[in-house]
């Protein structure tokens, strides 16, 4: 079993930066890969970032140059840095790792940016 914890959501003005944190607790080998995605009203979640084990990063086209995944293999912690923000990425951002076929998700943490 994993269990999930963001922190660091909040409110923003356009323009403006956050920081989101997630640390995962309990019993495994390996967390592969560590994520972010977002899920806006009405929206389908989507993929924001993504960090494999080894390094390998990927990034939704919407966030590429803006937004900074980072990861913590020790630690089992993944962030991701939020630059430029515009109010198209307000969204509840879910932390997300992968044991395996099986996923993992956090709660959520809210993100609102305003114009």
């Known amino acids: 079993q994993v269990q999930l914890v963001e922190s660091g959501g909040g409110l923003a003005q356009a323009g403006g930066s956050l920081r989101l944190s997630c640390a995962a607790s309990?019993?495994?080998?390996?967390?592969?890969?560590m994520g972010w995605y977002r899920q806006a009203p009405g929206k389908q979640r989507e993929l924001v970032a993504s960090?494999?084990?080894?390094?390998?990063?990927n990034y939704a086209d919407s966030v590429k140059g803006r937004f900074t995944i980072s990861r913590d293999n020790a630690k089992n912690t993944v962030s991701l840095q939020m630059n430029s923000l515009k109010p198209e990425d307000t969204a509840v951002y879910y932390c997300?790792?992968?044991?395996?076929?099986?996923?993992?998700w956090g709660q959520g943490t809210q993100v609102i940016v305003s114009s």
């Open positions: 997300k790792a992968q044991i395996g076929s099986n996923p993992y």
């Open positions: 309990g019993t495994f080998l390996r967390l592969n890969p």
């Open positions: 960090h494999t084990i080894d390094g390998s990063t």
